[in-house]
């Protein structure tokens, strides 16, 4: 198994998205991109610790590869809005995909230039190297599966 970052947005919604990805063996929401050390929702929610709410996905890669969650992450979220999705604004909702090798950063790079051209403006995503996650509030994991079964 290996793992992948990604931020698009509110995590809920991203994290459902990469669940229902066959190849996708498990997710958590947390934080990442930040400068602060186990920060909370509401430390993020301030905008001060730099951190943006991120996916974490474990991954089978002989059923699915990195490329391929690089494009389904793309179709995920609008990749030219800055530091935001939809209503959510802020740096916590910013896109960006964090690299764990240098693989994963190659094939970032590849993906966003190829579909660059698919965008009438720049594509914002930051693709940066993992740093540090933190998982969320348990409050936070698979909260939209908690949400449909109340």
Known sequence: ME?????????W??????QAIEGVVDTRVGYSGGHTQNPTYEDVCSGETGYAETVEVTYDPAVISYRELVKAFFKMHDPTQENGQG????EQYRSAIFFFTP???KRAHEVTEEIS?????????EITPAGPFYEAEEYHQDYLKKKRRT
């Not at 793992?3 to 995590?11: E, I, N, S």
């Not at 051209?117 to 995503?125: A, C, E, G, N, V």
């Open 3 to 11: 793992k992948a970052l990604f931020a698009a947005g509110c995590f």
């Open 13 to 18: 919604g991203v994290e459902a998205e990469f």
């Open 87 to 90: 209503p959510d604004s802020g």
């Open 103 to 105: 693989e994963q950063e």
């Open 117 to 125: 051209s698919d965008y009438k403006k720049d594509i914002q995503t």
